[in-house]
């Protein structure tokens, strides 16, 4: 059983993080660990809620120090907190201030820092349980699913690899939390692993986004979702230079994905995974359709579904997508499983018809949904769309030119803004919510 570093590939004196007074070295974020170890609380579970993507990274450390396990949920809300109090009765919360539980104790990070004299580099069992990440819920409940440490970090080292950023000093700003899985890989892990520096805050407007940018020094990265880029690349000025973008979390549109790469100047990437089996492949929309997997995993087709072991995969892993493979390697992403829909006898995925109702000019964001009646039948496609200043029928009339009018939604409702979480999804009980405020006004 091999043991695995908390961090790997710094140099000494190497920055670790960005976005505080002043830049802090990698022995200082040692320390800082080491120093949180000593005073959390003693008991086995978790639920991280720092904000500060610094402090979030030194909670995770210091957990796995005192062999902690630490918690995940898609959300805080209160009802899903208390819901974890009763899986998990010795649970609590570390919070810098951010966020706060009434549902649960609470033990505030220290507001005036903490010091102790960094040690070796300390290193974890890989079999080590780390931690349990939930489900977006954006198909139903949240479900569990723990991660060894060996787990999390071959998952950040195989990230870095394939996106080729080993070495580079590449410090990454994202508008992504990382208490999810994407955000804890692309933000937090592949950081520690690969010997990248991380912002620690997570600025959300454009504008903050930025500025935070501009005030980094270069090598940098911007980590972010469809949602976010759209928003970045609908301003009217000069976007700061990058060096390289990362997106995940829902579909790309060939057509956002140039635009943001001219803006910026960067290339763009994106990764393709779920939560439980982790990432699993990346692409760069501009060049290529085709999805490749992260090193050392296998694809296999178990009917018409499709299965994922090996490398960080610690166990086979049913996924929940359509997928065509092209070769040993490489794959087509056609949508999710339960995103399938079937009327008048043609199939087709909510996915595909999300991907053309958002490549269509002047739509911000849009969603199409499939309700069910209370006797569990299926009625018709329905979709929402934020689309200031368009009237119902350019929007159908573009869809016209793009999807079969089978898939045509009846009815198409204009809203200000759609119920995404933080990672940019929108969890199906914020839509079954959307659908029921809906019907009452009608």
């Not at 109090?85 to 570390?94: R, S």
């Not at 870095?160 to 590449?170: K, T």
């Not at 950081?191 to 454009?206: C, K, N, S, T």
């Not at 940018?213 to 700061?240: F, I, K, N, S, Y």
């Amino acid at each position: 059983m091999a043991d695995i570093p908390l961090i790997s590939n710094y140099a000494t004196g190497a920055v670790f993080a960005h976005g505080g007074e002043r830049p802090v070295r990698v022995e200082e974020f040692l320390g800082e660990v080491e120093a949180l170890a000593r005073v959390l609380p003693g008991r086995r579970h978790l639920v991280n809620l720092c904000a500060d993507r610094y402090r979030f990274a030194v909670g995770l450390g210091a957990a796995l120090l005192r062999g902690q396990l630490s918690l995940f949920p898609p959300n805080s809300t209160p009802d899903l907190l208390r819901r974890l109090g009763h899986a998990y009765p010795d649970v609590y919360c570390l919070s810098d201030g951010s966020a706060e539980s009434l549902q649960l104790e609470t033990f505030l990070y220290p507001s005036m820092g903490m010091r102790a004299a960094p040690g070796p580099i300390p290193r974890f069992p890989e079999t080590q349980a780390a931690a349990v990440l939930f489900t977006s819920g954006s198909t139903g409940e949240p479900v569990p699913h723990a991660k060894s440490w060996g787990s999390l970090a071959r998952s950040g080292s195989a990230e870095v690899e394939r996106l080729g950023l080993g070495g580079s000093e590449m410090v990454l700003l994202a508008t992504v939390p990382p208490q999810h899985m994407y955000g804890l890989e692309s933000t937090v892990l592949m950081a520690m692993q690969g010997g990248l520096a991380i912002h620690a805050g997570r600025p959300f407007f454009p504008a903050d986004v930025c500025a935070a940018l501009e005030a980094l020094p270069r090598p940098r990265a911007l980590v972010t979702t469809p949602v976010h880029l759209r928003a970045l690349v609908a301003e009217a000025g000069a976007l700061p230079r990058v060096d390289f973008l990362l997106c995940a979390t829902a579909p790309l549109s060939p057509q956002l994905a140039a635009e943001a790469e001219g803006r910026f100047a960067a290339p763009l990437f994106e990764i393709y995974g779920c939560t439980e089996a982790g990432q699993v492949a990346s692409r760069r929309p501009t060049q290529a359709q085709e999805w490749r997997l992260l090193s050392g995993l296998r694809l296999r087709l178990d009917g018409n579904r499709a299965r994922v072991s090996g490398g960080h995969v610690e166990s086979e892993v049913l996924l929940g997508d359509v997928i065509e493979l092209r070769s040993e390697s490489t794959f087509l992403l056609h949508g999710r499983t339960a995103d399938m829909v079937n009327i008048a006898g043609k199939r087709t995925s909510l996915t595909h018809l999300n991907f053309h109702l958002n490549s269509i000019p002047g739509v911000r964001d849009g969603a199409f949904v499939m309700p069910e009646e209370d006797d569990g039948a299926v009625t018709r496609l329905m979709a929402f769309v934020v689309a200031p200043g368009m009237s119902s029928d350019a929007v159908m009339s573009a869809l016209r030119q793009r999807i079969d009018a089978a898939f045509l939604p009846r009815p198409l409702c204009f809203v200000e803004s759609l119920p995404r979480n933080e990672t940019g999804k929108l969890p199906r009980v914020a839509v079954d919510l959307l659908l029921r405020r809906l019907a009452k006004v009608g």
